[in-house]
């Protein structure tokens, strides 16, 4: 059959990826091919274990070999993945790939019951995953991963105190719930607050993560200037629901992060509460804040839209007991597991073709 390393890499050559739109080999995702007989083996490295486009990629390689040697040639290819970054040599959170910022412009739309199920998600993937509950006055991160009361370890390291985070549903978590009373209110100057971030991001053990989701206060504050000064920042979803007063905020929210001196990528709009679907009728969408709202406010700022997440009763349920609506298997954990594929697409993206993020630097 004449095969050989040469031939197997110049037919992969023909195979594009379909969202970074160049060939596998120039993107250095086959490797470590082996000829055996009439037997070829290779890996094939994608740029994220939540790739939706897993078996069609795969596919396409088994067609390009087909036609290079034809039907009887025997394949063995591994599927594996190495998530992309553009955070080599950071002095901050060195071994962390991507940190994404998860913003709202208003309070009241779902933005950390999406992130809390969207960290879930991604670790259901296989990805090493990180959550900051940063709205440090309204911690929610505690009850949503049934972890109130617990308090995370502190390790000496080079003199310095290192909090470890407490690890649940396969993410590890930081939130200021954990270190101060349930039934205590924080009432902190915007200094404070920003200090307690910068705490989380720098004495923080948070090791070796591919994501590490950062659950913002509503609107825009000293946390979000905090954030884009201290670390750079991949890039930020926005979360909204399909109400015109909600898109107004949004939309302010948004265009924060777009603006020149801060410069942080819009990963992709979310609309959350898109459409209730009652459990005994589970094929039916009733739009009951309005329709497309999310989706029109991505076109207008030209940014991605992600996917609709629903308003079922079992999400309010799932936040308040601890455990997750992405850990079931009803039309939610359905929804937030696309999410979790679309946002992971999107960091590839980005990565692959946008410039690296700098730390903003904000004169007073």
Request: charged share 20%.
């Amino acid at each position: 059959m004449n095969l050989s390393k040469e031939r197997v890499l110049k037919a992969l050559s023909t195979v594009e990826d379909p969202d970074l739109k160049r060939d596998l080999v120039t993107l250095n995702m086959i490797q470590d091919v082996v000829i055996e007989g009439d037997k070829i083996s290779f890996k094939v490295v994608l740029t994220t274990p939540a790739c939706p486009l897993k078996e069609l990629i795969k596919s396409n390689c088994v067609g390009a070999l087909e036609k290079e040697f034809g039907e009887g040639v025997e394949l063995d290819i591994f599927m594996t993945s190495n998530v992309s970054t553009i955070r080599s040599g950071a002095q901050l959170l060195p071994g962390v790939k991507n940190i994404i910022a998860i913003a709202s412009g208003k309070g009241g739309v779902g933005k950390s019951t999406t992130a809390a199920n969207l960290a879930v998600a991604l670790a259901k993937t296989g990805a090493k995953v990180g959550l900051i509950d940063a709205d440090i006055s309204g911690p929610s991160v505690p009850t949503m991963f049934n972890v109130e009361g617990e308090q995370p370890a502190v390790k000496q390291e080079d003199g310095k105190n290192i909090i470890l985070p407490i690890e649940q549903y396969g993410v590890k978590l930081m939130s200021i719930g954990f270190l101060t009373p349930a039934d205590s209110a924080v009432v902190w100057r915007g200094p404070m607050a920003s200090s307690a971030l910068r705490q989380f991001i720098s004495d923080v053990d948070w090791g070796d993560l591919d994501y590490l989701l950062l659950d913002l206060p509503p609107g825009t504050s000293d946390i979000h200037l905090t954030m884009v000064q201290t670390v750079p920042v991949t890039g930020a979803l926005i979360v909204t629901t399909p109400q015109k007063v909600a898109l107004t905020d949004a939309a302010r929210g948004l265009s924060m992060f777009k603006q020149p001196q801060i410069n942080v990528p819009i990963l992709g709009v979310v609309e959350n509460m898109a459409y209730f679907t009652p459990d005994e009728l589970p094929d039916n969408k009733y739009y009951l804040f309005g329709k497309e709202g999310g989706r029109k406010l991505a076109e207008r700022f030209e940014v991605p839209f992600l996917g609709e997440i629903p308003i079922v009763q079992s999400i309010r349920e799932s936040g308040d007991t601890g455990y997750p609506a992405v850990l079931t298997e009803d039309v939610t954990a359905r929804a937030f597991a696309s999410l979790a594929e679309n946002l992971a697409r999107q960091v590839a993206i980005r990565n692959a073709e946008k410039e690296k993020t700098t730390v903003v630097q904000i004169k007073a």
